[in-house]
């Protein structure tokens, strides 16, 4: 049997506000039911967009860096290098967010990466295509390498708040509502202890004054 609630008085003012909380407890369970629910499904949605961004970013890198690869094969390591140091740019990110059953999530927005061959500051003559396939690689990966990350945040932010409203579900659940219906039954049965101890009471002074008379 679930804990009663302490310090509470056995009286009918006690009871009707113990009534109206339990109401209210009930409702504000159904309600975070729904939203748990809710807030599931939309991990679910998010969580297949995390797995495909992820492939995305895997296939991409993966010809990147075999192109760069065979780069490195035909240029050097020293040359590949040199030129990565004369590539260096500033990449701006902005960062909005949208609301996902009350849970903020982020949305980034970068402007199109990808540079015509004689923007990237390396001359033609000293390198080769594959050298300019290698950056046009990394240069698409960084979109969806961006989508990734704020996809992996969107499923840790709805993960957390999926755990959140599961623990309050279960607090309601298999706590303050048990609490508050185990004090509604104590109070009921001890204002009716009470009630017989009255009657009783009464019973014995009727008789009391009847044998007097």
Request: charged residues 35%; aromatic residues 4%.
């Amino acid at each position: 049997m679930a804990e009663i609630l302490q310090n509470v008085k056995p009286t009918r003012m006690e009871l009707l506000k113990l009534r109206k909380r339990i109401k209210l407890a009930d409702k504000g369970h159904r309600l975070l039911k729904e939203k748990r629910d809710a807030l599931i499904s939309e991990f679910m949605v998010v969580i297949k967009e995390y797995r495909e961004a992820r492939k995305n970013v895997e296939e991409n890198l993966k010809i990147a860096f075999y192109n760069l690869l065979m780069a490195e094969v035909l240029l050097g390591s020293r040359d590949i290098k040199q030129i990565a140091g004369i590539t260096l740019r500033n990449i701006d990110l902005d960062f909005t967010s949208k609301n996902i059953m009350g849970v903020s999530v982020p949305i980034m927005k970068i402007d199109n990466l990808v540079r015509r061959i004689n923007e990237r500051g390396y001359g033609f003559l000293s390198t080769n295509a594959k050298l300019d396939d290698a950056a046009k690689n990394f240069e698409e990966s960084l979109s969806v390498i961006v989508r990734l990350a704020e996809v992996e945040e969107s499923v840790r932010r709805i993960a957390q708040e999926v755990e959140k409203t599961k623990r309050r579900v279960n607090a309601l659940e298999y706590i303050v509502i048990p609490r508050l219906k185990a004090t509604i039954k104590h109070i009921e049965m001890r204002m009716e202890e009470i009630e017989r101890e009255s009657f009783m009471r009464l019973k014995k002074i009727k008789a009391s004054l009847e044998a007097r008379k």
